[in-house]
């Protein structure tokens, strides 16, 4: 059973707009989130991330929200830029962020048109 | 970026041979990983090293062993392949248990 889902597998968007990525969790007991991007042929980058005791974390374009009580985070990217084009993973971890108890979502991949 | 390299990048192997796949990273990070990505199942664990000669399973372990003798290399190996086993693999590395990871560009594995 997937405990971090990512329900859309793909997004599109125009330049300059914004971009939201969605992703819901259903163990309760998660309390550290974070995003990674992946392009093309390359591994995965850490991108921003959330401990349960935030709402809002924010880097620059990037923004992560967390709704504890809905399950869910989501991370905004605005203004989208055609780089930002990638596969975006959410993960969760219910041990403060350990890295080998990281549950990844499945992906979703954001186009940014011109 | 943690300077973490996979050796081979493409593989294609027959269904009962063994394989090997190499991490080596640079930044003498603690921590290393051997994640699978899969559609529908985005990546997940099979094993992980917390210092040389230190490793555990993770979620997807069956059918992998791992080895590190010393702390830039971690070597994943595939005793006898199976065609599940066909997937994208990649290392990865952090300096603590919470750090973020860093992820090498991944080995394609084809098993025929």
């Known amino acids: 059973d997937q405990q971090v889902k990512q329900n859309s597998p793909s997004l599109s968007v125009q330049e300059g707009r914004i971009s939201i990525l969605n992703c819901d969790y259903t163990n309760s007991m998660f309390d550290y989130f974070l995003w990674y991007k992946k392009y093309p042929a390359e591994g995965p980058t850490f991108l921003i991330s959330?401990?349960?005791?935030?709402d809002k974390n924010e880097d620059g374009r990037f923004t992560v929200f967390l709704n504890k009580s809905a399950k869910h985070l989501s991370l905004h990217i605005v203004p989208s830029q055609p780089g930002d084009s990638a596969v975006y993973f959410c993960?969760?971890?219910?041990?403060?962020?350990?890295?080998?108890?990281?549950?990844f979502g499945t992906g979703t991949l954001l186009a940014v048109q011109p | 970026d943690a300077g973490i390299t996979q050796s081979p990048r493409h593989k294609v192997t027959e269904t009962g041979t063994p394989v090997t796949l190499r991490c080596h990273q640079t930044?003498?990070?603690?921590?290393m990983y051997w994640y699978r990505q899969d559609p529908g199942h985005g990546l997940r664990l099979i094993h992980y090293?917390?210092?040389?000669?230190?490793?555990d399973k993770g979620e997807v372990s069956d059918g992998y062993s791992v080895s590190r003798s010393k702390t830039e290399d971690f070597l994943l190996t595939l005793e006898s392949a199976t065609s599940s086993q066909t997937s994208v693999y990649f290392c990865?590395?952090?300096?603590?248990?919470?750090?973020?990871?860093?992820f090498g560009n991944g080995t394609r594995l084809t098993v025929t």
């Open positions: 993960a969760a971890s219910d041990y403060g962020g350990a890295t080998n108890k990281l549950i």
């Open positions: 990865a590395s952090g300096q603590a248990l919470n750090s973020p990871l860093h």
């Open positions: 959330i401990s349960s005791i935030k």
């Open positions: 930044e003498n990070h603690r921590y």
């Open positions: 090293s917390y210092g040389v000669k230190d490793t």
